[in-house]
């Protein structure tokens, strides 16, 4: 008898190779993937969230400095508004620097504490958009200025201190001194936005630099008070208007 033959096994086919880049499914790292996803997508949405709200405060800061600021505070409260000029109210009974001369005697040498906005306007008397509130202490040797600066469209002042000894003698000098001459060059009655005033027409002359400066002022009173003063100089064409809103002496 033949030997019984053995059938041979079938060799099996070679494994498929996964695909390069082919990771194995595992549903633990699928989720925490999901879950990274998931937080990187809110922190997303908060940062959007966040600066969409800062964009709003800011529109709404500088909606309300255009309309909330220094420069709308002062301008709707002055009241020597030279906005729409003056009127002359004839007379001719007037005497030059009556009331000058008798403030500035008044005063002798005591300090004056002195509450003032500024506002200015250009040769076409279209009116600036940056005001100056001054707090003004005048003594015998010091002339102090805390001066507030604001603009019409933004909200934050400016705020700085200084000495300012020639602001004394626009605002009240009457005599000549070394380095400062003062003489009145005429007086009249005026009217301002309604108001009556004298006017008294002062030329002042500075030489504390190299070159003279001259100024033009006119300082306008209430029954003897100053209310407002206008100050022009030939070094420019703008013309400086002061709303005193107070003064003390000491």
């Not at 070679?14 to 390069?20: A, C, F, I, L, V």
């Not at 879950?35 to 969230?49: D, H, L, N, P």
């Not at 504390?208 to 003063?229: H, I, K, M, N």
Request: proline share 4%; net charge negative.
């Amino acid at each position: 008898m033949e030997p019984e033959k053995k059938e041979s096994l079938p060799v099996p086919d070679e494994p498929e190779k996964p695909e390069e880049g082919f990771v194995p499914y595992c549903g633990s790292d699928e989720a925490e993937a999901g879950q990274k996803a998931g937080r990187k997508s809110k922190i997303k949405m908060w940062i959007f969230v966040i600066l969409l709200i800062l964009v709003a405060a800011g529109f709404v800061v500088i909606l309300v400095g255009r309309r909330y600021n220094l420069y709308h505070e002062t301008i709707g409260t002055i009241r020597f508004d030279y906005r729409t000029g003056e009127a002359d109210v004839p007379d001719d009974s007037l005497e030059k620097g009556v009331c000058a001369k008798a403030l500035r005697e008044e005063i002798g040498d005591r300090a004056v504490t002195v509450d003032a906005a500024m506002y200015m306007f250009n040769d076409k008397m279209d009116i600036s958009d940056t005001v100056s509130v001054y707090s003004y202490v005048h003594t015998k040797s010091s002339d102090a200025a805390v001066v507030k600066s604001g603009t019409a469209n933004w909200f934050k002042t400016q705020k700085q201190s200084m000495q300012m000894p020639l602001l004394f003698e626009l605002f009240f000098g009457t005599e000549n001194l070394d380095l400062l001459k003062a003489s009145c060059y005429d007086t009249y009655r005026a009217e301002v936005a309604g108001g009556h005033y004298v006017c008294e027409v002062w030329l002042v002359c500075d030489l504390t630099g190299e070159d003279p400066v001259y100024y033009t002022v006119y300082r306008y009173y209430d029954e003897g008070r100053l209310a407002g003063v206008r100050v022009l100089s030939d070094q420019d064409e703008v013309m400086q208007v002061f709303d005193i809103r107070s003064y003390t002496l000491k």
